[in-house]
């Protein structure tokens, strides 16, 4: 809970349940365990649209996802999808400079349309366990004292 409330003090606007995330993990990024991570986040109620890449290695694992297409393939692509705000997550690692890569790309698209961007796939990790918990601590003495009488 904790967690969750430091991801909302750090300003990231948190998917609300029943969001669509977009996912796009570079092929040279890709670590065993990744899909788990992503699956955590299915089993939370959210929607994973990917990448073409990511997409098939989600499926292999198992795990349902749309498919959006790359820049290079034409509209709608993955920029289209965030500026139109149908996302309400990006998860884009970073591999290499910031050179006006599609990864690159994707990160500032998602900063102009105020959609919250993850780069890290621990940090991912981190956001899963914290939306599976409720809100952190009691906000004041008078809540904990609720919440202690409630629990006898």
Request: proline share 5%; charged share 20%.
């Amino acid at each position: 809970g904790a967690l969750r409330k430091g991801f909302e003090g750090a300003g990231i606007r948190l998917p609300a349940e029943g969001g669509r995330l977009l996912v796009s993990i570079a092929q040279k990024a890709r670590e065993p365990g990744d899909a788990e991570i992503i699956r955590r986040f299915v089993e939370l109620g959210y929607t994973i649209v990917a990448t073409p890449g990511t997409h098939v290695a989600l499926e292999a694992e198992g795990i349902a996802s749309e498919r959006v297409n790359k820049i290079a393939e034409g509209s709608p692509h993955v920029l289209d999808l965030i500026a139109a705000r149908s996302v309400n997550l990006v998860i884009n690692t970073v591999t290499g400079p910031r050179e006006a890569t599609d990864g690159y790309r994707i990160r500032r698209a998602a900063a102009e349309a105020s959609v919250a961007c993850i780069t890290s796939l621990d940090t991912a990790a981190a956001l899963a366990s914290a939306l599976a918990h409720p809100a952190g601590p009691p906000r004041s003495l008078q809540e904990y004292h609720r919440m202690a009488v409630a629990a006898r």
